[in-house]
């Protein structure tokens, strides 16, 4: 069962008043996960609806965005992701603004999906971090470190993953498990509960890379509830 609220309980968030707040804390003491709370104006499920049916997803540039026809409240929330495009690039960073049918799913020959709905950590060769904001939808999903497992630490995943690569333990399998990312992901222990991040926070997380000194914040995607008559109505029945 998904958690609603930040789990009080967890001292690997660290709540934050701004963004400049949100930027300059460091990871330490074993906080890996930043939040920067948030209630946002306007409704950002209009601008899905604008955006139209589509597969997969769609990319929303500033010109995609500027040429939506919204109401009132559809322009506010329009002005609330470009405000928050203009100052993540003016710290330096690269965001993207996407609008998810769905992601790819992973049809993985050993049943280890290393898709976005799998628990996982994100990762980098160099030093790097995520932040991310859901504005309409379902919500991303945190899984504390302590609750979870690493695939290709369970005994059977393992197994199934040294069959899939026709070898032997070792070196090479290191590789081989390096290589497909199945290092990266993580199964829920018994009774684990996993933490939603909200609608409208932004968020920077710690992702694996060989400076980082806390472990990397272990989240997923979370498929959209739909309407099996209406695939945009979002009702949730
Ligand atoms: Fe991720």
């Known amino acids: 069962m998904t958690e609603h609220i930040f789990p009080p309980d967890y001292a690997r968030i660290k709540m934050v008043q701004s963004f400049a707040e949100l930027l300059a804390t460091p990871f330490t003491d074993g906080v890996n996960a930043l939040c920067w709370a948030r209630t946002l104006t306007g409704d950002f499920a209009e601008i899905v609806t604008a955006v ?4 997969g997803i769609a990319n929303l540039d500033e010109e995609t965005l ?4 919204l109401s009132e409240v559809g ?14 690039r003016a710290h330096g960073l690269a965001p993207a603004v996407d609008c998810i049918a769905n992601y790819p799913r992973d049809d993985d020959p050993a049943g280890v999906a290393t898709d976005v709905y799998s628990f996982h950590a994100d990762s ?13 939808g379902a ?27 026709g070898g032997e333990e070792g070196g090479a399998f ?18 684990a509960r996993p933490y939603s991040f909200g609608v409208g926070h932004l968020w920077r997380i710690a992702i694996a ?3 980082c000194p806390v472990p990397p914040c272990i989240h997923r995607a979370q498929a ?14």
């Open 52 to 55: 139209g049916e589509s597969e």
């Open 66 to 69: 500027q040429s939506l026809t």
């Open 75 to 88: 322009k506010a929330a329009r002005d609330v992701v470009l405000a928050d495009l203009r100052l993540l």
């Open 124 to 136: 980098a060769p160099v030093a790097a971090e995520t932040y991310l904001c859901t504005y309409s």
């Open 139 to 165: 919500c991303s999903e945190g899984l504390r470190n302590e609750q979870a497992v690493r695939r290709i630490d369970v005994p059977e995943t393992r197994a199934q993953l040294l069959a899939l690569y």
């Open 174 to 191: 290191d590789v081989f498990l390096r290589e497909h990312c199945y290092d990266l992901h993580y199964a829920p222990v018994a009774g």
């Open 209 to 211: 890379h060989p400076d």
């Open 224 to 237: 959209e509830a739909r309407c099996p008559c209406c695939p945009r109505c979002g009702c949730g029945t």
